[in-house]
């Protein structure tokens, strides 16, 4: 009986061991946690971890951009504009993580030149931004991302219909002049600011892309280019000297209408004839009849375009006399 006894107890013992090897061999493992992917740049894992496209707003729309392009073996990383942030990336806990090493929103503290340094680091060798250092944006304290958007697939300055939004928020005065009656189509989306200025930097007067207005100016208007047989000299010095470029009250973007324009350089006493200012009997020795406000005076229709039509300049040989310059 006692041997009995033993014999159960071990085939008890035998069953218990069995099971038991049995159970440990059907018990799931732990799931071995994947490294993570890269998302959207080459190395982004270590911030995609976090950062998602649950972000607002959605960082991960640098992939829209030209950022974004894994093809492009320029194709930067977050590091490379935000560097390494350790102490960001590795932060646990629920209180609020250190900000990275560079930050570039509205409330940031990392330096305009840090900030700049991050985009110049690659785009200092395109042409269009050789003159950036010393120019006047940059002299400002004027950051890349004062105009530039990275993170969104819609950058506003890169854009000719909302380019001028982001240029009028420093420069009021033009945004007035461009609503005037007289203005080049840049409301309507027809020419944008960057058309006519480099904004970063240029070797001409107002961040203009050429060297010169006039240079500027005749990309478009290349009719009044010349050279001509006979030039007027205001339009060859420079054009702004009756134009506004960015909008007035008169007609062509005129400074002032005629015939006022034309008297801040032209007496009427000077004008040969005395025509503008007929006043029944005109002589020299009585010149103030020779008053384009006296009202038997304004015979030419207060325009001296009536006459004078080609006053940019002319080939004509009929202005080979004064009497006719820059008539038709």
């Given at each position: ?80 504009c935000h560097g390494e942030s350790n102490a ?142 006979h030039n007027h000299a205001p339009v060859t ?15 062509s973007l005129l400074k002032v209408r005629p ?70």
């Open positions: 009986m006692k041997v009995m006894r033993h014999l159960l107890a071990a085939c008890i013992c035998a069953s218990v061991f069995i099971a038991g090897a049995s159970s440990g061999a059907d018990a799931p493992t732990a799931p071995v946690k994947e490294a993570p992917t890269d998302l959207v740049l080459k190395g982004d894992a270590k911030c995609t971890a976090c950062h998602d496209e649950a972000d607002s707003p959605t960082l991960l729309s640098i992939g829209k951009t030209r950022h974004g392009t894994h093809a492009d073996g320029r194709t930067p990383s977050c590091i490379s960001h990336a590795d932060h646990k806990g629920s209180n609020k993580p250190p900000k990275p090493e560079r930050t570039f929103d509205k409330n940031t503290k990392t330096p305009v030149a840090q900030r700049n340094d991050a985009c110049l680091s690659c785009h200092q060798k395109d042409s269009k931004r050789h003159n950036w250092p010393g120019s006047v944006h940059e002299t400002n304290g004027v950051a890349c991302t004062s105009c530039h958007q990275v993170h969104t697939g819609q950058d506003k300055v890169r854009d000719k219909r909302t380019q001028p939004e982001v240029c009028f928020s420093c420069h009021k005065e033009q945004r007035t002049e461009v609503n005037k009656p007289s203005h080049h189509p840049i409301v309507e989306g027809k020419v944008s600011c960057s058309d006519c200025h480099n904004a970063h930097g240029s070797m001409g007067p107002k961040l203009l892309v050429k060297n010169s207005i006039n240079a500027t100016c005749y990309t478009c208007h290349a009719e009044k280019r010349g050279p001509f047989v010095e420079n054009c702004a000297n009756c134009h506004n470029p960015h909008g007035t009250v008169a007609n015939p006022f324009l034309c008297q801040q350089c032209h007496d009427t006493v000077s004008h040969i004839g005395n025509v503008p200012g007929v006043a029944g009997s005109v002589t020299v020795a009585n010149p103030a009849s020779n008053n384009l406000n006296n009202s038997v005076g304004n015979t030419q229709g207060r325009a001296c375009l009536n006459c004078h039509t080609e006053i940019h300049g002319s080939n004509s040989s009929a202005n080979a006399s004064k009497a006719l310059r820059f008539w038709r």
